[in-house]
């Protein structure tokens, strides 16, 4: 299991890449209008299959909403 | 008339950008943008529910109008950086207005770390709109580090108190070496043709049209409003006077 902070949240989740946790999430990782940061870092969308996640990292997950 | 506003060498036929936010539903927001003619729509940048990801709005906008994303919410330098960062990705634009507050209650932008990071991310590649101080000095300095345009307030944002301290736009205005887009504070139509006759490039309007009683019918005002200010500013205002000077011709009155 890996120990990861998800949008701000503690989660323990068995799997180890980005493209892996979006799956488990319910998010389709082809929708248009998403990026995700790893400890302050964005990762682009084409390396989210390789990008390992390990223990006490921090994911943000985004997409564009309503704004002014 | 062919008046085309030019940001970092993008041409826009519209001068004003509409906020996406506080709709009273999602087809009242798509039909006041269409009313309101303009191609700039803001958007924000948030987490997504955890709880399953779910369309978008923004994904419908996308393809029909070019999306500015903004750092709204963010106090620090960092965390700005950041969400710009998340909306490059996300929306695949360099473009953002570049939001730091430094007051939740007011919304009063950060101008210390404003600068600073405007500075950071035109350093990325960025073209950066900067939401800030109605301060020449702070646009000036903004427009230093390379910001693209500069963002003044009129006044809160969200109050619909107007133009607080026209002088001061007026003044950035014809100082600025960018493009100045007035933000924030806009109430009704004469606002928005007020800042334009001040000789700001642009308005940004979001509160005043979507929360009106009827967005759509704003929307198209906005639009006349910014269209009639720009046409006022470019004709050129008369100088005020404080004594009459009659119209009609004073030669052949009856009676004379």
Known sequence: ???????????????TTIAELLAERGIDPKARF??????????????WPEAVLSSGDAVEIVRPLQGG | MTDPLIIAGTKLNSRLFVGSAGYPNQQVLLDSL???????????????????????????????????????????ARDAI???????????????????????ETLYPDVEQLVRAADELVRKGFIVLPYCNEDPVACQKLADVGCAAVMPLGSLIG????????????????KSPVPVVLDAGIGTASDAAYAMELGCDAV???????????????????RAAVEAGRLARLAGRIP?????EPSSPQLGLVGS
């Open chain 1, 1 to 15: 299991m890996t120990r990861l902070r998800i949008n701000g949240v503690e989660a323990e989740v068995a799997v």
């Open chain 1, 34 to 47: 998403l990026a995700v940061a790893v400890n302050g870092a964005v990762v682009r969308r084409a390396e």
């Open chain 2, 34 to 76: 269409e009313a309101s003619g303009a191609e700039i729509v803001t958007a924000s940048i948030r987490r997504i529910s955890l709880e399953g990801y779910a369309e978008s709005l923004i994904d419908l906008l996308g393809s029909r109008y070019r999306i500015l994303p903004n750092t709204s919410g963010c106090v620090t």
């Open chain 2, 82 to 104: 950041l969400t710009a960062e998340l909306a490059r990705e996300a929306l695949e634009t360099d473009w953002v207005k570049l939001e730091l507050i430094g007051d939740r």
């Open chain 2, 159 to 174: 109050s619909g108190m107007g133009i607080a301290n026209p002088a001061a736009i007026e003044l950035i205005c014809s």
């Open chain 2, 204 to 222: 940004m309007v979001n509160t005043a049209i979507a929360k009106s009683h009827d967005p759509r019918s704003m929307a198209a005002a906005m």
């Open chain 2, 240 to 244: 005020k006077r404080s004594f009459a």
